[in-house]
């Protein structure tokens, strides 16, 4: 069964760092583009980042750019958003997701993790 | 606001046909593929409806989609009271280099 874990969310002030993680299971992780999509209170759901199964190629919404980074370890079957200089409009509910191809379907979602960003 | 267009609600009653629409532009409906994912209430996105109307297994045969041009649309036959749930198109924007969704239309089965 595939699996996706969130983890990493919490409260945290207006411009420090978060880093959050996704534990995979039940798939060949190394074999997926994985990517972090995020939902605000009662909003719609925001791209937020993607990375390829071999990390060569990465993308960033403009929102993000400049200070999120994405990563990845296969070995450990993980992937982290590393979130710097967070605003009160990063508050979010965090999914990371799974598809076969970069530009492709988000097969597998996890159940997300909440991230406020408050003073 | 969101670069693909959703009207914001949708309903009908148990059985009838419910047509959600999804408006892009060329960078992004126009020359790629559409894919549909379904929010229950509480609940993480599901998808939907991929590539050229495929449904995961477990997706009832209800549920279908269509493009022309640069819209798309996702249709529900037979609507049930389980169909309730925030329904979004997604598609891969070449000029913005990253995925774009539509803004979301919640279904209400009257």
């Known amino acids: 069964e595939v699996q996706l874990v969130e983890s990493g969310g919490g409260l945290v002030q207006p411009g420090r760092s978060l880093r959050l993680s996704c534990a995979a299971s039940g798939f060949i992780f190394d074999d997926y583009a994985m990517h972090w999509v995020r939902q605000a209170p009662g909003k719609g759901l925001e791209w937020v980042s993607s990375?390829?199964?071999?990390?060569?190629?990465?993308y960033y919404a403009d929102s993000v750019k400049g200070r999120f980074t994405i990563s990845r370890d296969n070995a450990k079957n993980s992937l982290f958003l590393q979130m710097n200089s967070l605003r009160a409009e990063d508050t979010a509910l965090y999914y990371c997701?799974?598809?076969?191809?970069?530009?492709?379907?988000?097969?597998?979602w996890g159940q997300g993790t909440l991230v406020t960003v408050s003073s | 606001q969101s670069v693909l267009t959703q009207p914001p609600s949708a309903s009908g009653t148990p059985g009838q046909r419910v047509t959600i629409s999804c408006s892009g532009s060329?960078?992004?409906?126009?020359?790629?593929?559409v894919n549909w994912y379904q929010q229950l209430p509480g609940t993480a996105p599901k998808l939907l409806i991929y590539?050229?109307?495929q449904r995961p297994s477990g997706v009832p045969d209800r549920f279908s989609g269509s493009k022309s041009g640069t819209s798309a649309s996702l249709a529900i036959s037979g609507l049930q009271s389980e169909d309730e749930a925030d329904y979004y198109c997604a598609a891969w924007d070449d000029s913005l280099n990253g995925c774009v969704f539509g803004s979301g239309t919640k279904v209400t089965v009257l």
């Open positions: 060329s960078s992004n409906i126009g020359s790629k593929t």
């Open positions: 990375i390829s199964w071999n990390s060569d190629t990465i």
């Open positions: 590539s050229k109307n």
């Open positions: 997701a799974s598809s076969e191809s970069l530009h492709g379907y988000f097969d597998y």
